[in-house]
């Protein structure tokens, strides 16, 4: 195999799984896959929140958008009110540019609806005043009202919704206002200001806030594939094309390429680095003044250490000192040149040089400006 130039048939992606792009920041997802009556629940994010099942919650095998079983949420059972709770999700919904989004079915009694105004999702304070931070509910059968805060709400006129179909509602804030999307058309551009949810809030499915049962304000029905983006605004536009399957996974997403796996091939990887990032740091400063960063990732700083010698810090540190360096001094000519010392886990030294003065020659540190260096390690 020719590894200096090789041929697109020594490539191959191994692996064939649908990712979906944004799971790194995805901080809850609810599939809601189970045995029939199992009150078992999961979070399949990467945050792994912990899920608590009240009233007669349940996984149920009876109704599902994906994977042969959903959330059972029934309001007449022995009048607990069902709903799920997971206290954690809050602590990490700390952008205001955020998804969420879920599917549901149901067919309340109109009179029920009217009557309770049940509620998809609430996110609320821990106080005795049940502040609504976030919230979704029904109040007609062709009414949807968002909440995004106590008494803020912005109401949608829609098509009846109890009509015993899946449905998809996605709740879009780009970080300034909110767009409600209902099965992949935009319903408003602007459902309210973006709002940053507390940390103490508590989110739950199936209610707006968990008062018992006397409140009325429970859901009724079947909810699948509940999914919370943070940091990132899924869907813009008019309108988007529905998911047809879970996104559990980030896939083949970020994985590696294998160069000729059946024979003696070499796997190129991330190696746990972000695709975004070739390197372990690298700066752009101004050796001159201020030491003044341009550009960097991983350089917290550069300190002035004498003339023509620059200590740069690492923002996090590497793990040992078995590092390469490559430095520069912002100059092409050849009487300047730049080199590295005192190379440690938590910062290195770069160093200019002239080999002219303007009267001898020999070394001379000078402060040099655009100066740049570029870190490799493992």
Known sequence: ???????????????????????????????????????SITDSSNKNNSITVNGGAQISTAASKFGGSSLKLDYENAGTGDR?????VADNLTSTTHTI?????????????????????????????????????????????????????????????????????AIVSDGTDYDIYLDGSRLTTDAGDSRQINS???????????SGPSSGNYFSGYIDDFRITNGVARYTGASFTLPTTHLTSAGDVNKHIVVNSDADGVAIGTGGISQTRIAKAWVRFD?????????????????????????????????????SVVATGGSTNAR???????????????????????????????????????VFGN
């Open 200 to 210: 103490n809030d508590t989110f739950m499915i199936g209610a707006e806030y968990d």
């Open 287 to 323: 050796q001159t003044g201020s030491q003044s960063i341009d550009s960097s990732y991983n350089i917290s700083s550069v300190t002035d250490t004498n003339t023509g010698i620059s200590t740069l810090n690492f923002s996090t540190a590497m793990t040992d000192a078995e590092y």
């Open 84 to 88: 799920i709770v997971a206290d954690t």
């Open 336 to 374: 300047y040149y730049a080199s590295t010392w005192s190379i440690g886990t938590s910062s290195f030294q770069v160093r200019n040089f002239s080999v002219y003065d303007g009267s001898s020659l020999g070394e001379h540190y000078i402060d040099r400006a655009d100066c740049s260096a570029i």
């Open 1 to 39: 195999m020719n590894i200096t130039k090789p041929r697109l048939d020594q490539f191959k992606i191994t692996g064939s799984t649908v990712g979906d792009l944004h799971f790194p920041n995805v901080i809850f997802l609810a599939k809601f896959d189970g045995s029939n009556g199992s009150t």
């Open 101 to 169: 989004e879920f599917w549901f079915k149901t067919d309340m009694a109109d009179a029920h609806i009217n009557s309770n105004n049940p509620a998809f999702f609430g996110f609320n304070d821990s106080g005795s005043n049940y502040d609504n931070r976030l919230m979704l509910q029904m109040t007609s059968k062709t009414n949807l009202r968002f909440y995004r805060a106590a008494s803020t709400y912005h109401d949608m006129t829609v098509s009846a919704m109890n009509d015993d179909a899946w449905h998809h509602i």
